[in-house]
């Protein structure tokens, strides 16, 4: 992979500040490596970014997400070597995450044996600006939310497609609401009083049925109109409030950053405390 450096982003691309000053990281080091498919090369660059910034020697308890980036997470931890991960414990978000910790043969733990976490990574549906993220497309939020704002640091990873100024911008399927099976009809009914439009039980692929999470419940997506997410606190609080509801797909001032990995061989790092920064790969 060759080095890459953004010098003239255009704004819009990335952020909706137009004084865009990324701070410039040294370039990570990913020579070697099989190519992938750009969008893939993107994961892949922000789960690495990712580990090598915030996973150090001292990481001991460490959070593993969901979804499509969180294998090269995984990769990545298994790349500093076992010395190291056999004095550290693993603690999974899902099903998923699970078989990527055993299958890596890395040490297996619950958030109830270690209820503070050193760091946890996970990916998103989609992140804004200010680092507000949309999540349970695969149906784990209530888990990734625990481990979450049990980690010390939580960090999201993703690629390009889910870097956006605004929730609701590109993924307009609705907030993921994770409810108590027995209470999903009158959660539909008073999500659509609080203003979405069509929310929906999420039904099963190759499953006759609703979507049944890991934790036994059931799923609804609520879209809402652009305003709503001009405020995503307030919309989490309002939602959560319904009786029934078990929890929300919304995580509003938890993650202390955003990697995002660009086919073109860099990572844009937005920060909670502003920074914006940019690392190229060679
Ligand atoms: O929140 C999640 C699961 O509940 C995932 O992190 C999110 O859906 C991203 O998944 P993918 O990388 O496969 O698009």
Redesign the pocket.
């Known amino acids: 992979m060759s080095a890459v450096t953004l010098s003239n982003p255009s704004s819009s691309y990335y952020t909706s500040s137009t004084d865009y000053k990324p701070v410039k990281l040294s370039p990570l080091n990913l020579t070697n490596l099989p190519k992938l498919a750009p969008t893939e090369e993107g994961?892949r660059l922000a789960a690495y970014a990712a580990v090598d910034a915030n996973i150090s020697d001292s990481s001991k308890v460490i959070g593993i997400?969901?979804?499509?980036?969180?294998p090269y997470v995984v990769e990545r931890i298994v790349q500093q070597g076992a010395a190291l991960n056999e004095e550290r414990v693993f603690i999974p978000t899902?099903f998923q995450s699970k078989e990527l910790i055993v299958k890596n043969n890395l040490v297996l733990g619950d958030v109830d044996q270690y209820p503070t976490i050193d760091v946890t990574i996970?990916?998103?549906?989609e992140v804004d600006n200010n680092l507000n993220a949309v999540?349970?497309?695969?149906?784990?939020?209530l888990r990734?939310k625990v481990l979450a704002e049990a980690a010390k640091i939580f960090v999201i990873v993703?690629d390009e497609r889910k870097n956006s100024k605004l929730l609701g911008t590109s993924w307009t399927q609705g907030v993921?609401i994770e409810v108590a099976p027995f209470a999903y009809a009158k959660v539909l009914k008073n999500v659509a009083k609080l203003g979405s439009t069509k929310p929906a039980l999420r039904m099963g692929i190759k499953k006759a049925g609703p979507v049944v999470t890991d934790n036994g419940n059931f799923l609804i997506d609520a879209p809402f109109g652009e305003s709503y997410y001009r405020d995503p606190k307030e919309l989490l609080m309002r939602i959560k409030m319904l009786t029934g509801v078990v929890e929300v797909?919304l995580f509003c001032g938890m993650a202390k950053a955003a990697y995002f990995g660009y086919s073109n061989g860099s990572v844009l790092i937005r920060s909670a405390d502003g920074t914006i920064s940019e690392q190229s790969s060679i």
């Open positions: 994961k997400g969901s979804g499509s980036t969180v899902g996970d990916g998103a549906d999540k349970g497309g695969g149906a784990c939020h990734e993703a993921p797909g």
